[in-house]
């Protein structure tokens, strides 16, 4: 980290994107499954987003699913030039609301498919291959056959690059075999650090790191020495944890999710903050209290 201030955008791909995104997880209902409780207001959110220059969105077909790539849809499309739309394929709900691996070549297929029918394209963005593992936390195991899959597609003009989430670091020398990566999406937070290495790694060749629950997810940050820290500088402390996150290595891009135009503001507002060194070694020392 250095006493500069960060870096407003960076390179997906070919695609130059701001670091400060949206991730579309939190329009769906309660756990991320069936509608929204207020649908117009789910669109108004995405809305708000892109006004305020947000240019890069994550989302799955398996939210929902389908529900926030239609919401993303309805609120969007025709799609701004400069908007890059990231998904991800390996799962699906069940009826329970269960989250199922599905990494079968058939079922990366037709999730594809379903992303492309549901937000509209005739080409994604960017698809990341989501491994199951231990659910939020990866665990080893080949990927030859689910990556090679999707490989094909984007030979076939489906996909434009491809990334990964869930994934080891030797999970990612083996995808880099098959097809360029151009991001990787793992859990990574001011409490939660197992990437720290692999963001660095990332980040000398280029590739986009981008943290899944940058907030702590379904249960946000609560740490005694961050809300302290925050309270003297006079910020909110999830604010604090994304400017955090920014300062943390060039290649980070944040997608914190919110279905609140008031939240999405405050969210937004982190990527002005420039923390001085003394304070990133402050939060350095962090733990979860």
């Not at 986009?208 to 940050?221: D, K, N, Q, R």
Request: net charge negative; with cysteine; glycine share 8%.
């Amino acid at each position: 980290m250095t006493d500069l201030p960060p870096a407003k955008t960076f390179q997906l791909g070919d695609r130059t994107v701001n670091r400060m995104g949206y991730g579309a997880m939190q329009l769906a209902g309660p756990g991320v499954f069936g509608p929204p409780r207020d649908r117009a207001a789910a669109v108004a959110v995405l809305r708000a987003a892109v006004e305020a220059g947000v240019n890069h969105i994550d989302t799955s077909d398996f939210y929902g699913p389908h529900v926030t790539n239609q919401i993303i849809r309805e609120a969007l499309h025709p799609y701004a030039d400069d908007l890059v739309i990231v998904t991800k394929v390996g799962a699906v709900r069940g009826d329970d609301a269960s989250w199922l691996p599905a990494q079968s070549a058939a079922q990366l297929t037709q999730a594809v498919h379903d992303n492309l029918r549901n937000l509209g394209l005739e080409q994604l963005d960017v698809v990341n291959l989501r491994l199951m593992g231990d659910i939020h936390v990866p665990s080893d195991g080949p990927l030859e056959d689910q990556f090679s899959t999707l490989a094909r597609l984007r030979e076939q003009g489906l996909i434009r690059h491809l990334g990964l989430s869930n994934v080891t670091p030797v999970q990612v020398a083996e995808a880099q075999k098959i097809a360029p990566v151009v991001c990787v999406q793992n859990q990574y937070n001011l409490v939660h650090r197992d990437d720290d290495a692999l963001v660095d790694a990332l980040a000398a060749q280029g590739i986009a790191y981008v943290p899944f629950f940058p907030l702590g997810g379904f249960s946000p940050i609560q740490s005694d020495g961050l809300s302290r820290i925050a309270a003297r500088l006079g910020v909110g402390p999830l604010q604090l944890a994304l400017a955090w996150l920014l300062a943390r290595q060039r290649n980070m891009l944040l997608i914190p999710g919110t279905s609140s135009v008031t939240h999405l503001a405050e969210n937004l507002a982190a990527g002005d903050l420039h923390l001085p060194q003394d304070t990133l070694d402050e939060l350095d020392a962090v733990v979860a209290a």
